[in-house]
Structures are given as C-alpha cells and as structure tokens.
C-alpha cells in the first residue's frame, strides 16, 4: 500500500488529467451504449480502455515486465476497438441496420485480452529491448487506425451533417488528428532510436552508438509535440464525449 501512495505521489498533473478525461470519454461513451443496441458498444470498450491504458502508470507493479508488455496489448485492443466500433456507426448511418447482439462485442474483447495474457504467460519475461518493440508495434496500429479513424469520422459526418450531433463529430475528427500526433511523434522517436527507452538500454550496455546530439533539436521537438499532443488529445476526447452527450440529451 505504501508503495501504491508513493508512486501516486509521483504522478504528474499532466498524467492525472490525462487519466481523469480519457475515464470521462469512456464513461460517457459507456452511457451512450446502454441505449443504443451496439452502435456505441465497441467504442466504448476502446475508450474504456484507453483509459485503464493511461491509468496503468499508477498502479504499483508497473516495473514488471509480463505486465508491462499486457499494458500494450491493452492499448492495442483499445484502438482496433474504437475502429471497429466507427465502422458499425458509418454503417449504421448508411443503412440503419445494426446487430441487437452487444454480448460478442464484449466477449470477442475479453478473448483477444485473454490471448494475449496467455501469450505472455507462456513465453519468457520479456526483455526491456522486447518491451519497446511491444511499443513500437502499438504505436504504429495507433498511427495507422487513426487515418483510417479520420475517413471514417469524415464519411459519417457527411451522412449525419444536417443532424445536431454532426458537430461533435467534427470534435471527434480534432481528437484523432491529436492522436496520431501524439503517437506518431513517439514513433518517429523510437524508430530513430531517439526514444529514452532506447537510450536507456543503450546505457545499461555501456553502448554510446547513438547519433541523437547530432538531431536533438529534431529529438527535442518530437518529445514536446508527443507530450502535449496527448495532453491535448485528452483533454478534447473529453470534452467532445461532454459535448455529444450535451447535443444527444
């Protein structure tokens, strides 16, 4: 317990607001499904996770590697979730047709959560080497569904854009042009090994072949638009769930 007390107290208030509105974004997304049949189920389950994602950072085992590499999983899952779920609305919005079933949508989460548990499970401690590429591989099926997030939000709006709920959806569309910054500068930073996991590891070997004094400026720039980026990005996905919620009552 006293663990946990002390690794809160380190908790920056960036990190705490990060974690208070992406758990808005997602209760609010919640609410929207229990109406809804299944349109909003599976963005739901995706911003539910996001924000047990952001949250990870102050639970106590967060120096254990198993559950490190899961906490990535997670945010992968979170992701294809919210894709998903986009998918099912722009189609809805199209057809008006729309399963009644929400128990696969929760199940097939739990399933692929479940997988990838197992997977760890049986598989040796990841190294920290192994926990960046974990990373990695997250943030690249981030960078790339928020693309496919962006069309999506685009063709929805032309569907719904003379209904009131059309301007959120112009806020949603802001919340993933944030997010692929926010997790496409990490990635251009870690590709470039200029990531502090990088420079970590390369520390504990004792290794200097590292080019990143000669592109700091580049480094420099990276790390802020990550960090406020998603500073950002939390704070408008919470915001526009508010928003959504204040145009749907």
């Not at 099912?88 to 739990?110: D, Q, W």
């Not at 944030?178 to 070997?205: C, N, P, V």
Request: charged share 15%; hydrophobic share 50%.
């Amino acid at each position: 317990m006293e663990q946990f007390f002390e690794l809160f107290s380190q908790i920056n208030s960036f990190d705490l607001i990060n974690i208070v509105f992406w758990g808005i974004a997602g209760a609010v997304s919640f609410y929207f499904s229990l109406g809804n049949a299944r349109v909003w189920t599976s963005i739901s389950i995706g911003f539910f996770l996001i924000f047990i994602n952001q949250a990870y950072a102050i639970n106590p085992w967060v120096h254990y590697y198993k559950l490190s590499a899961f906490h990535n999983i997670v945010g992968t899952v979170a992701i294809v979730a919210i894709t998903h779920g986009l998918m099912e609305y722009h189609i809805f919005c199209r057809t008006f047709e729309m399963s009644l079933n929400k128990i696969p949508v929760y199940l097939g989460a739990l399933l692929v959560l479940v997988g990838g548990g197992i997977f760890l499970y049986v598989n040796p401690t990841p190294s920290p080497n192994t926990i960046r590429n974990f990373k990695i591989v997250e943030n690249s099926i981030w960078v790339f569904l928020s693309i496919i997030n962006l069309e999506l939000v685009r063709k929805i709006y032309l569907v719904i854009k003379d209904s009131p709920i059309s301007k959120g959806f112009i806020a949603l569309g802001t919340v993933f042009i944030l997010i692929f910054l926010w997790r496409g500068s990490e990635l251009y930073l870690q590709i470039y090994q200029w990531d502090k996991d990088w420079q970590d590891i390369i520390a504990m070997m004792a290794d200097e072949s590292t080019d990143i004094d000669q592109y700091i400026d580049r480094v420099q720039l990276s790390t802020i638009v990550n960090r406020y980026a998603g500073f950002l990005s939390s704070i408008s996905v919470g915001g526009t769930f508010m928003y959504i919620f204040r145009l749907l009552r």
